[in-house]
């Protein structure tokens, strides 16, 4: 029976360790240039679109993650696009002046602020630093 | 509160789970069973682990030429316990095939395929063409060189055979080249066909050796029978835990190895099979010509015949092997030949480099690959990875127009660096990729690098070092046990004034003086 139970045990422990892989491991970010402070308008959230070379398992990919980058005088906030209920993607209305979700109805205000529909928390929000005109998101 | 033996009851009156877990334990055993019939259990335990871990990299493998090979290092040089993980797999296949030689040649020395157990011993042999069959089709999918050429030469053993040859291997191809279509049939055949069959042959070996019972020693002993449980099961457990303890060892210790990517425009790469198929492969060397298909298929299908048809040939009640000398004999004989032709293909194995250990191309391609023009894009943030994090997965003339001219290939990506690069910089960077991709580092010190980054910018051109190069002008491997440091730099000065016919151009204008005497020594240096 201990025998058994040492066998099973360590084939267990094996393989769900290699099943567990990396899969747990914090995802890496680094800094990637996003625009340039003159591109963007006071106070309206511009989307763009961050080119970031990845590393997807056992390939390399390029993925285009849009950000929306709100311009505050000297300050720029970078709140991703991705709705909090269901992960759809958000666009800029800006007649209602919203950030809608065209899934369920999720609207947020230019801060993240959920405003109306099922979102349970306000958008991420990535941390922005500005070199020499060139806005830098890190995601 | 109902307890846990309520559970059980309640589980059992639906179920009937006691009495076929009393029919599994309480096997009626005849008595003298010994250690020589722990075989089966040991197949059956080292079957079950190969479904596991073959489960498992299942996770991580992509059955496809352009990532096969890609996800299969990964498997190996990434993930946690991977390597140990495709140790147990790549070992335990050798291991089923010893066991299960071993269990048949128990079975035969003991004669337990006589009557009634004929049809036992023929779900037996069938497993065991299963086994191989899954022996055969596992070996492409790392689609590294190895896999690539053993595969080759197993499609054109097919391919011998009278008649429907042709038609036999383009089914194996499925198609008219080893390829991606090839790749995904054998995969689907190791994944999803070969263990539905191997699981309906199980289940019949094991229902007809519990509908006939064990055969027991050859001469039947007094006694009334022993339950499986614990008697023989505690044989059963320490034999396996033997067998698991010698196999993880192994892939431990070990790394199972995984050559360069598959080339198919490699012919330089000589083929060799797993070692259980090495009798096979050596067979085939005595039988050239319109002979072959005696050595691919006469002979092989006369063995599984012979072996098939035992139980019929050797009729008589009589188990003891002293008194089945025929038998005994020819299975020795088949026995001794496998092990012969195993150890001459043994012997006739080329030895083969390490795929990741750098040649003087790749240092040199390491050289150009750090440079600035390639760093602009090439870094972290940057607009793609780092060179040195950069698997290839584009052909080599792909790779060499982007290297040349970046814009030309991703339009927008850049500006193409200022006098873009010379074609032997872009081989020699490629040469670097390959090598990194086969899990090579880049060695951190070099002994006279200048000379190897003039090699790779200049001579690998027209020449070829280890194999790396352009094969216009004579090989220069070994080109230092003709000529001196000191007749190379003069040749390559100007080889016009040593030989007036010389087609090499003249270096002198082109590089230093302090580049020519380095890759002067470079080359004589090569012996």
Redesign the interface.
Known sequence: MV??T??GA??AF??T??????ALGAAQT????AATMADLIEGEPTPVTI?R???D????T?NREVVFLIRTKDQVTALSSTCTHLGCRVSWDAEAALLKCPCHGGKFDRSGVVKAGPPPAPLARFPTRIESGQVMVEL | MPGLTDLIDWLDSRTGIKAGRAHLLDEPLPPGVNWWFVLGSILLFLLALQVISGSVLAMYYVAAPDHAYDSVRYVTDHVPLGAFVRGLHFFGASFIVIAAVAHMARVVAFGSYKSPREVTWLTGVALLLVIMAFALTGYLLPWDQKAFWATTVTINIARSTPLFGEAIASVMRGGSQLGALTLLRWYATHVLLLPVALLALVLAHLFLMRRHGISGPVTPRAGAPAPFYPYHAIRDTVAVAAVFALLITLAATFRVPLDGMADPSDATYVPRPEWYFLSLFQLLKYFPGRLEPVATMVIPGAVVAFVALLPFLDRRPERHPGKRRFVMAACSVLAVGAGVLTYLGLKDSPARAEPGTFTPLAIAGAEFATDQRCAACHRTGGAANPVSQTRITRDREWVIAHIRDPDNITPGSRKPPPGGMRESQARSVISYLQHVRAGGVAPSSVDNKQGIVVFGAWCANCHIIDGEGVKNGPDLTRVGVKRDAKWLQTWISDPAAVDAKADMPAFEDRLEPDELAAVARFLAARK
């Open positions: 025998i058994q040492a066998i360590t084939v094996v393989m360790r290699t099943v567990i892989g990396r680094s800094w990637w240039p080119r070379a990845q590393t398992g056992y390939r390399q390029v």
